[in-house]
């Protein structure tokens, strides 16, 4: 794992007594808040050894912004957990679209901040991946006749998927799945299944993703470089 994506607070946590406002699973570390907007909005808590503490999720792919901040409100009370108690912030980096994707990324770095923690940013299709188990190719529906896709064998020893192709665009009519692998279309994407694949890939001390968004293309409308010439 690169230095800069270390964790804080990899050892447990000193034994408390467990109230109503303080579980067991308060005591675990690391703990993670995980956020993907690649599809719908979702938003969880995860354990290295409880696992899932809490999960919140919309399949709307337009309100993102308008639910994001319930939706992290939401985990935080129904786990019972504390920001201070949180190592880091996960990061689902797509592929997805640019306006609902950057949503979720600027909502992980602004929390991460807040919070005095850091950003752990993992590919959204692996999450898919790491569910299903078997041999598969994941893919998000582009428009325009496209899909961005990645390919994966299964799992390997430490749980993790094995991505052997992608994330890459392609036309529809181009994209080939591989002999004993099916098609999966990344419809949802879980953020407990984000954080689990962060919290394995931590403790199994493997690089997390590059901190750059997989857009599904540069948005349609962009910024002039200036004002027009005017000629008579």
């Known amino acids: 794992m690169e230095q800069g994506n270390s964790l ?3 050892s447990s946590i000193a034994a408390e007594p467990a109230t109503d406002r303080q579980p067991t699973h308060r005591r675990l570390n690391p703990m993670l808040l995980a956020i993907d907007t690649s599809a719908g909005t979702s938003v969880a808590i995860v354990d290295r050894e409880a696992g899932v503490l809490a999960e919140l999720s919309s399949p709307d ?3 993102h912004a308008e639910i994001i901040g319930d939706l ?14 949180l190592s ?6 797509g592929p997805g679209p640019f306006t609902g994707l950057r949503v979720g990324i600027a909502a992980a770095r602004a929390f991460a901040f807040g919070a005095g923690t850091v950003v752990v940013p993992v590919v959204s299709h692996d ?3 790491w569910a299903i188990e078997d041999p598969i190719v994941v893919a998000t529906d582009a428009r325009r006749n496209e899909v961005y896709w990645s390919v994966y064998a299964g799992l390997d020893a430490a749980g993790l ?13 181009e994209l080939t799945v591989p002999a004993g692998h099916r098609l999966v279309r990344a419809d949802q994407v ?7 694949v962060a919290e394995l890939l931590y403790a199994n001390r493997r690089d997390f993703a590059l901190d750059e968004a997989l857009y599904l293309r540069s948005p349609d409308v962009t910024i002039a470089a200036g004002p027009k010439r005017v000629t008579s």
Request: zero cysteines.
């Open 8 to 10: 804080r607070g990899t």
């Open 61 to 63: 792919t337009r309100g």
């Open 72 to 85: 992290i409100a939401g985990v935080l009370a129904e786990s019972l957990i504390e920001v201070t108690a």
């Open 88 to 93: 880091g912030v996960v990061a689902g980096m």
């Open 127 to 129: 999450a898919v991946a």
């Open 161 to 173: 998927p094995i991505r052997t192709a992608g994330p890459q665009l392609a036309k529809a009519a």
């Open 190 to 196: 879980s953020a407990a299944n984000l954080g689990m």
